[in-house]
């Protein structure tokens, strides 16, 4: 049975930083495509950003470049996202997931294995 389980989440000033972690049980980790999407209330769940097997491949929304890092630890089956200068839009339940439809490329509907999410609020 296929586990993930996000954590890091919190409340933080605009401009502060969080790290979410993601940890996977049940898969071969590394077989998978990994993302970070958030959903805020009221709104479609959208693609943050997600990094092939190897980490060699990494796409970020426009609205989080330059702000937000992903990576992954293959050996620990954990997937990270270190996201700095964080905006008042930046909040919103943030969960990770896996591509099980190749080439979906961040669009969630290509994902599953969905986990409970971590809350992240931004206070301005």
């Known amino acids: 049975q296929v586990q993930v389980v996000e954590s890091g989440g919190g409340l933080v000033q605009a401009g502060g930083s969080l790290r979410l972690s993601c940890t996977a049980s049940g898969l071969t980790f590394d077989d998978y495509t990994m993302g970070w999407f958030r959903q805020a209330p009221g709104k479609e769940r959208e693609g943050v950003s997600c990094?092939?097997?190897?980490?060699?491949?990494?796409y970020y929304a426009d609205s989080v470049k330059g702000r937000f890092t992903i990576s992954r630890d293959n050996a620990k089956n954990t997937l990270y996202l270190q996201m700095n200068s964080l905006k008042s839009e930046d909040t919103a339940m943030y969960y990770c997931?896996?591509?099980?439809?190749?080439?979906?490329?961040?669009?969630?509907?290509?994902?599953?294995?969905w986990g409970q999410g971590t809350q992240v609020t931004v206070s301005s």
């Open positions: 990094i092939s097997w190897s980490g060699g491949t990494i």
């Open positions: 997931a896996a591509e099980i439809r190749s080439g979906s490329w961040c669009d969630a509907s290509g994902f599953a294995f």
